[in-house]
């Protein structure tokens, strides 16, 4: 089995910065990508920002220059850096793994359990 663990996250007014962390764990073949979406009540999931294997990353354009995501390939571990955050950022944030696992050919898709980053004005 596949665990994503996240930290961070919490309360923080607008302008300000969290960090989160998710740290993968269990049976792993290999992990692709790593990244971060978000979430609010009654919406879509939607991307923040990925990291590949080889280090390319894949953002939402609303990001740029604020969010840094880097990763610890041998911690299997992700990060995700938010700085200048703003109030619309309030969300539930979840770890994503795209991942191959012990007795599996195929990628699949894991998740954290989320973490609520809330940004007041």
């Known amino acids: 089995q596949v665990q994503l663990v996240e930290s961070g996250g919490g309360l923080v007014q607008a302008g300000g910065s969290l960090s989160l962390s998710c740290a993968a764990s269990?049976?792993?073949?290999?992990?692709?990508?790593l990244g971060w979406y978000r979430q609010a009540p009654g919406k879509r999931r939607d991307i923040v920002e990925t990291?590949?294997?080889?280090?390319?990353?894949n953002y939402v354009d609303s990001v740029k220059g604020r969010f840094t995501i880097s990763r610890d390939k041998a911690k299997n571990t992700v990060y995700l850096q938010m700085d200048s955050l703003k109030p619309e950022e309030t969300d539930v944030y979840y770890c994503?793994?795209?991942?191959?696992?012990?007795?599996?050919?195929?990628?699949?898709?894991?998740w954290g359990r989320g973490t609520q980053v809330t940004v007041s004005s």
């Open positions: 994503n793994a795209k991942l191959i696992s012990v007795g599996n050919w195929y990628e699949a898709d894991y």
């Open positions: 269990g049976s792993i073949v290999r992990i692709n990508t």
């Open positions: 990291i590949g294997s080889g280090g390319h990353t």
